[in-house]
């Protein structure tokens, strides 16, 4: 099984309709946005994955960004194929993720759970994770989409 940071030379047809498919295992309401424009140079993002004899069973992504109070990641897209939870995936992920934030000198790294996702806040309890006194509040607007 490996665990790794998605490298650009790691992207090909194959990877691109993999990670497609558990994104939508996660939501399938979300239109999702291509993926050479999420590994973008200009993006500051992490997309860790697991995969084992070719095909991939999870992945995680994490942003990070610098503010005021401090450089931040925040956490989203945490998935494991259905067929592969339980084993210790979502964990081996978010530690990777948290690695690599440690790498990057962050001084918080920040996630969202709803409250339904049991498993996964509890994982998120045992890697550390404590629920911040906040409500997070979301505006929808129309994507602002890069012409090339």
Same mark, same amino acid.
């Given at each position: 099984m490996k665990i790794a940071l998605l490298q650009e030379s790691d992207v090909n047809p194959d990877m691109e309709q993999q990670l497609a498919g558990l994104f939508r295992q996660l939501n399938a309401d979300i239109k999702q946005i291509d993926l050479k424009q999420v590994l973008d140079p200009d993006n500051p993002i992490s997309l860790v994955y697991c995969k084992e004899n070719n095909k991939v069973l999870g992945m995680a992504l994490m942003c990070t960004y610098t503010v005021i109070s401090g450089i931040? @990641?925040? %956490?989203?897209?945490? %998935? %494991?194929?259905? *067929?592969?939870? #339980?084993? #210790? +995936? @979502?964990? &081996? $992920?978010? *530690? /990777?993720?948290?690695?690599? @934030? /440690?790498? /990057? #000198?962050?001084? *918080? +790294? $920040? $996630?969202? =759970?709803?409250? /339904?996702? +049991?498993?996964?806040?509890? $994982?998120? &309890? =045992?890697? #550390?994770?404590k629920e911040k006194e906040s409500r997070i509040y979301v505006l929808k607007t129309e994507a602002l989409i890069k012409k090339g």
């Amino acid at each position: 099984m490996k665990i790794a940071l998605l490298q650009e030379s790691d992207v090909n047809p194959d990877m691109e309709q993999q990670l497609a498919g558990l994104f939508r295992q996660l939501n399938a309401d979300i239109k999702q946005i291509d993926l050479k424009q999420v590994l973008d140079p200009d993006n500051p993002i992490s997309l860790v994955y697991c995969k084992e004899n070719n095909k991939v069973l999870g992945m995680a992504l994490m942003c990070t960004y610098t503010v005021i109070s401090g450089i931040k @990641g925040w %956490v989203e897209d945490v %998935v %494991v194929d259905v *067929e592969h939870r #339980g084993q #210790g +995936i @979502g964990r &081996k $992920l978010m *530690e /990777k993720l948290v690695t690599v @934030g /440690k790498e /990057k #000198g962050l001084t *918080e +790294i $920040l $996630l969202f =759970s709803a409250d /339904k996702r +049991i498993e996964a806040i509890n $994982l998120y &309890k =045992s890697l #550390g994770f404590k629920e911040k006194e906040s409500r997070i509040y979301v505006l929808k607007t129309e994507a602002l989409i890069k012409k090339g």
